[in-house]
């Protein structure tokens, strides 16, 4: 697959990326290349390849889920600007 100069205009302007003329050939040229590589390794087989989740085989270390600090309401909202029944009261982003 190729990508186009018009390709990476429209991408960049989407990313409200600048890019100048130079650029944008550059970028079709290393995306076009990037996407035929992508697409040598899609024709491999892996149909006898498990899926996996990481490259390397490893345990998940697990530990007891305890509850280690009760009910520490009052002294968390203690260290806020402005609490406001029993909750931290921040200013108002959206309108």
Do not use: W
């Amino acid at each position: 697959m190729s990508i186009d100069a018009a390709t990476v205009k429209h991408v960049a302007t989407l990313a409200r990326l600048r890019v100048t003329p130079d650029e944008v050939e550059r970028y079709a040229e290393q995306l076009s290349r990037i996407l035929s590589l992508m697409e040598a390794l899609d024709r491999l087989p892996t149909d006898a390849v498990a899926p996996m989740s990481h490259a390397v085989e490893m345990a998940i270390p697990e530990r007891e889920d305890v509850v280690c600090h009760h009910n520490q309401r009052e002294a968390l909202l203690a260290c806020a600007p402005q609490t406001e029944q029993g909750h931290f009261r921040v200013p108002k982003m959206i309108e």
